[in-house]
């Protein structure tokens, strides 16, 4: 025998025949035994390159077949507790039930079973050269891997040869079980998967541990799958890990998620305002509880039921379902005013604020919407409406200004009263009000403002714009802050121009009445001087001539022309007083007739001299006579004191001059004379009774004072008028004209 | 009684004031007539032209009312002139002849119209001896 060595070199070996046999016998055996392992190899290498259940199962049963042939090979496995059919003809199916006798037998055993029976019932598979003329059986094996029973591999109609490489391939089948049952396990649910794999995992390592052991040929498959198994359960232990780590943070987060979202649906709920949110079609799909309580409404009433408008009066909803759709396009809006219809039919005020919630694309989902209930605000807007609305409307001029007197606000009334705007008083001083003459008015009322004081109707003058002047009556109060400091003052002022001036004219009015009164009294006075002068010249003349007679003296005749001149003098007086008592009272009637007043006035002229004779009367007349209608006896009464009074008023020997001049329509008589001329204040009064200027006239001479006031009455009622010039040191003309007829004229 | 007093007041002198010329010639006659030099004048004016002229009177009758000057104004300017050397008597017709003559500092007053027994009694009883 040649025996060669593996680096090429031979040697000679002589061996006895029966030596010879053994060592062939044995040699024949190691080849076997070395293809056996070789095939086991390259099953398990084939099985495990396979990927997927279907792929494995496929492997397994072709890789089968080809080892050991037979008619064909059947894999019955279970997937979620549920037997599965495959077989090497790829038909696959669910078996509700297993029919086969030698499969169930092998579930229920666990154990290999097997049945031989003659080939000639079977159709033949495998290679019958090697088979010899032996019978045929049937081999159900169960796949267990650890403790489950995978499933039971049947390979049928073997050919007896083939029982003892079938027993050499345990192994593999031992290593196909495990694969089947990962395959598997990657069917079923992953959490129970995640939950058996791990338990299997412990297992699969003890029977690695096993075979490790036992199997020292299958080093290299072996090596190959603790490699694939750890790496596996690495992944697995990972994944696990992983998950769990992510189930109890999860856990977690879902706690605080729920815990904070309990407190964000506590605080949405019951916020002080309004929060609720729009669909794009304005549908409402939440709401929380404020606004619900506002409304009147329940939830579900109003969630994904109501359109928001259905919760708004007719005009808001009206101004929503305008602006609803810009909102969805620009994506926010602001302090919206709307008015909520509540359920109760009552409105409520808000003020609404919203912003879009967008998807990743910017899609509109809904509104987040804030309300505010604004009523209180609206309620306090409408009463200080009002409160302007009156203080606009009062007729009164209110304004409030500050301890400097700078106007702070200025109403329609004060615009009316004193002519500046608003504009124009608003920011200016109020002493631009107050007359120059009362410059310290100003600072007093402000002091006295400043102190606190309250001012009522106080009565002041102010100026317009225009300049022009009127009286107000004007209420201050001062205006505290919080702390009750006085920092300005309201005014209220009412124009008492009106009643000022009514008040002003009574006042005048009742001067008037008390100067009547005073005038009145100082005539009496003057008339009982003037009274008791002829009086006293009776008693004291009648008492002399007495004494002169009783003494044996004569009396005088200027004695008697004395008491004579005093009796007229007295009798004139008690005339003029009953004349101005019927001028006074309306009873004095002229007696009209036709009458020349050329003549007349030369008749008075000539009684005049004869008076006072040396006194030089100069008459200018027409040549004429001018008749005129008129009571001739009161014309010439007239006349007669406008020469006494130009008599007494001038200084002797100077002339007076006396005129008659005729004009169409009237006539006029006038007396000029050269005395000192009269005042033109004095003239004013000359012809009122018991005037004031009556006193000054007291003074200058004796008599009632009444002359003028009567010629005037005399001449107004003949419908003419009186009247005088003056020139203060050349003397005065006194006149009157008297009303002439056309025909008289001619 | 008449005749007696013209003899005694001889040398004794009376300014008349009075405006009215009636009164005024009445009372110097009755003056006179008791022998009386008398002084006569129509207003406070001319009353103290004669002052100046004939020296301080033993008496001056002074009617109140009068144009010019009237009797106030008259006693002002007398007694600032004169210190009030001449009595006065005032004749006054107005009915508080006794507060018209207080407020001219006069010595007495006769009412108008007057008794003439009463008015030379107080002419007598006043004059400066």
């Known amino acids: ?746 | 009684m008449t005749s007696a007093g013209s003899t005694h007041r001889a040398g004794k002198r009376v300014l008349v004031v009075e405006d009215d010329p009636d009164i005024l010639l009445t009372v110097k006659e009755l003056l006179e007539l008791e022998g009386y030099a008398v002084d006569c004048a129509e207003n406070g004016a001319v009353a103290l032209e004669r002052i100046r002229e004939h020296g301080t009177p033993h008496l001056i009758l002074l009617d109140m009312k009068m144009p010019v000057m009237n009797g106030w104004q008259f006693a002002a300017e007398l007694h600032g002139r004169y210190d009030a050397l001449s009595p006065v008597v005032v004749m006054t017709a107005a009915g508080d002849a006794a507060r018209r003559a207080k407020d001219v500092g006069a010595a007495g007053w006769v009412g108008k119209p007057f008794d003439l027994d009463d008015l030379l009694a107080k002419v007598r009883a006043h004059e400066n001896a």
């Open chain 1, 1 to 746: 025998v040649v025996i060669e060595a593996r680096d090429g070199t031979s040697e000679v070996v002589h061996l006895a025949r029966t030596e010879l046999s053994h060592l062939e016998e044995r040699a024949a055996r190691l080849a076997r035994e070395k293809a056996h392992l070789q095939l086991l190899i390259r099953l398990m290498g084939t099985l495990g390159a396979a990927q997927g259940l279907d792929e494995v199962i496929e492997a397994l049963l072709r890789n089968v077949l080809d080892a050991v042939g037979g008619t064909n090979v059947v894999l019955c496995y279970f997937v979620d507790e549920e037997l599965h059919y495959a077989d090497v003809l790829g038909l696959r199916r669910r078996l509700s039930r297993v029919e086969d006798e030698l499969v169930k037998a092998a579930l229920e055993r666990r154990e290999p079973v097997e049945r031989e029976h003659a080939f000639s019932d079977t159709k033949m598979l495998g290679s019958p050269l090697e088979c010899g003329a032996g019978g045929a059986y049937t081999s159900a094996l169960p796949l267990v891997a650890g403790a489950d029973l995978i499933g039971v591999i049947k390979l049928e109609n073997l050919h007896v040869a083939m029982r003892s490489l079938c027993f050499q391939l345990h192994p593999f089948f031992d290593y196909a079980a495990s694969v089947l049952k990962n395959e598997v396990l990657g069917r079923t649910r992953l959490k129970r998967a995640f939950d058996e794999v791990s338990t299997a995992n412990v297992r699969l390592e003890a029977e690695i541990g096993v075979r490790l052991r036992t199997e020292v040929a299958l080093q290299a498959a072996r090596d190959e799958l603790e490699r694939r198994v750890r790496e596996r359960t690495e992944e697995l232990q990972t994944a696990n890990k992983r998950l769990l780590v992510e189930l109890a943070e999860r856990r977690r987060a879902e706690a605080a998620l729920r815990e904070s979202s309990e407190e964000i649906r506590d605080l949405y709920d019951r916020a002080p305002c309004g929060y609720h949110s729009l669909d794009r079609r304005g549908v409402i799909v939440q709401m929380n509880d404020t606004e619900l309580a506002w409304l009147g409404y329940a939830r579900e009433d109003v969630v994904g039921k109501l359109h928001f408008t259905d919760l708004l009066t007719p005009p808001s909803a009206r101004a929503f379902e305008e602006s609803f759709p810009q909102f969805r396009v620009r994506g926010w809006v602001r302090d919206v005013e709307l008015e909520l219809a509540r359920k109760d039919g009552s409105r409520l005020p808000v003020l609404l604020s919203a912003t879009a919630v967008t998807d990743a694309d910017g899609n509109y989902v809904m509104s987040r919407s804030t309300l505010y209930d604004i009523s209180l605000r609206k309620k306090a807007a409408e009463a200080e409406h009002l409160l302007s609305t009156i203080v606009e409307s009062s007729e009164d001029a209110i304004l409030a200004k500050d301890l400097d007197g700078v106007i702070l606000t200025w109403n329609q009334g004060a615009a009316r009263l004193y002519g500046y705007s608003a504009e124009e008083a608003i920011g200016r001083n109020v002493g631009m009000l107050i007359p120059p003459e009362q410059p310290d008015e100003l600072a007093r009322l402000l002091s006295s403002l400043g102190r606190g004081e309250r001012l009522e109707h106080y009565t002041a003058e102010r100026i317009r714009k225009d300049g022009t002047r009127l009286f107000v009556s004007i209420t201050m109060s001062p205006i505290r802050d919080e702390a009750g400091r006085v920092i300005r003052a309201s005014s209220i002022a009412r124009d008492i121009t009106d009643r000022k001036r009514a008040e002003d004219a009574m006042r005048a009015a009742k001067e008037a009445a008390e100067d009547v009164a005073r005038a009145k009294s100082r005539f009496l006075d003057i008339a009982a001087h003037e009274l008791r002068t002829p009086t006293t010249v009776f008693s004291a003349v009648l008492q002399l001539a007495q004494r002169q007679l009783e003494s044996g003296k004569a009396v005088d005749t200027a004695m008697l022309y004395r008491l004579r001149r005093n009796a007229d003098r007295l009798s004139r007086l008690v005339v003029e007083l009953l004349d101005v008592s019927r001028l006074e009272r309306g009873t004095m009637v002229p007696r009209m007739k036709r009458a020349d007043v050329v003549a007349l006035v030369s008749d008075c002229v000539e009684d005049h001299r004869a008076l006072a004779p040396g006194r030089p009367l100069v008459t200018t007349l027409p040549g004429g006579p001018v008749e005129v209608e008129m009571d001739p006896v009161r014309i010439q009464q007239a006349l007669s004191s406008l020469i006494d009074n130009a008599l007494r008023y001038s200084p002797p020997e100077s002339p007076i001059e006396i005129g008659v001049e005729p004009s169409p329509g009237r006539v006029r008589v006038s007396v000029r004379d050269r005395g000192p001329g009269i005042s033109e204040a004095l003239r004013a009064e000359l012809f009122r009774p018991l005037s004031r200027g009556a006193s000054d006239l007291e003074e200058r001479s004796s008599g009632l004072g009444l002359g003028l006031y009567l010629c005037r009455g005399i001449v107004e009622l003949h419908g003419g008028t009186v009247g005088v010039t003056s020139e203060p040191g050349a003397g005065s003309t006194f006149w009157f004209e008297l009303p002439r007829r056309e025909e008289d004229a001619r």
